[in-house]
């Protein structure tokens, strides 16, 4: 069974939400599904430029 999705309230720039929306829209997504793609691409980004914590731990 697939994880449930959790909602909680953005605000955004009304500028930045048309922006946003205009780039959903090239990309046939949702401003919700741009958004968790942009935050999931993000933090894939961020974990392979940081190191693991475990690997930290290790080295000490």
């Known amino acids: 069974m697939a994880a449930e999705k959790k909602a909680f ?3 955004i720039q009304p500028e930045t939400l048309k ?3 205009r780039w959903a829209q090239e990309e046939f997504r949702s401003v919700n ?3 968790e793609y942009l935050l999931n691409d993000a933090l ?3 974990r392979k430029r940081t190191p693991n ?3 930290d731990e290790a080295t000490k």
Do not use: N, T, W
């Open 9 to 11: 309230v953005l605000r």
């Open 44 to 46: 894939q980004k961020r």
């Open 19 to 21: 922006e946003l929306e």
């Open 33 to 35: 599904g741009q958004i």
């Open 53 to 55: 914590s475990a690997d």
